[in-house]
T-cell receptor, first 113, second 117 residues
Framework: AQKVTQAQTEISVVEKEDVTLDCVYETRDTTYYLFWYKQPPSGELVFLIRRNSFDEQNEISGRYSWNFQKSTSSFNFTITASQVVDSAVYFCALGGGRRALTFGSGTRLQVQP | GAVVSQHPSRVICKSGTSVKIECRSLDFQATTMFWYRQFPKQSLMLMATSNEGSKATYEQGVEKDKFLINHASLTLSTLTVTSAHPEDSSFYIC?????????????FGPGTRLTVT
């Protein structure tokens, strides 16, 4: 069985602070994909990143960066210099390929002005 | 990326009636689509896997006679909530898998918010 754990239920920061969202996963598959999605109040999922299990390189995209560590089964997401527009629920997910996605419970991020 | 649409985006229905939700892949063919359900302030949970031309596969605890899934074409899957009750009120999201892509990328629809009164 696959499992994704997002231990942080809610995080509140002040604008311009850096914030890291944690994600730990469990799977017996040797090939798998990890994802991060943003869900604003509208509900529509916004795709942020997909990472193949064979690619452990960290990735940076603007203010966003991801740290994938297979040794600790973690795929953490950092927002640098947070902005109010970053306020949303963020989901980490595991699966892809032939599998449906297994989502974590989500982390609600509130960025205060 | 590819586009997946859902219709309607919102629906309010009375208890006991049936509601049909459509999920379409607009610019690619999807032999497999997935249906998820999200209750308020909760995560997305897989309900069923919809395969074109064959019966859907339901997750444990999901009533297949209540949530009817039809995947009659390579671009359309429908979810019908039969005899809806207030506890079926939820956000329903579909995703479609593009088998042409490396790793069979999945694209999510915008979701349908169902309210049963």
């Amino acid at each position: 069985a696959q499992k994704v754990t997002q231990a942080q239920t809610e995080i509140s920061v002040v604008e311009k602070e850096d914030v890291t969202l944690d994600c730990v996963y469990e799977t017996r598959d040797t090939t798998y994909y990890l994802f991060w999605y943003k869900q604003p109040p509208s509900g529509e999922l916004v795709f942020l990143i997909r990472r193949n299990s064979f690619d452990e390189q960290n990735e940076i995209s603007g203010r966003y960066s991801w740290n994938f560590q297979k040794s600790t089964s973690s795929f953490n997401f950092t927002i640098t210099a947070s902005q109010v527009v970053d306020s949303a629920v963020y989901f980490c997910a595991l699966g892809g390929g032939r599998r449906a996605l297994t989502f974590g419970s989500g982390t609600r991020l509130q960025v205060q002005p | 990326g590819a586009v997946v649409s859902q219709h309607p985006s919102r629906v309010i229905c009375k208890s006991g009636t049936s509601v049909k939700i459509e999920c379409r892949s607009l610019d690619f063919q999807a032999t497999t689509m997935f249906w998820y359900r999200q209750f308020p302030k909760q995560s997305l949970m897989l309900m069923a896997t919809s395969n074109e031309g064959s019966k859907a596969t339901y997750e444990q605890g999901v009533e297949k006679d209540k949530f009817l899934i039809n995947h009659a074409s390579l671009t359309l899957s429908t979810l019908t909530v039969t005899s809806a009750h207030p506890e079926d009120s939820s956000f329903y999201i579909c995703s479609a898998r593009d088998f042409r892509t490396v790793g069979y990328e999945q694209y999510f629809g915008p979701g349908t918010r169902l309210t049963v009164t």
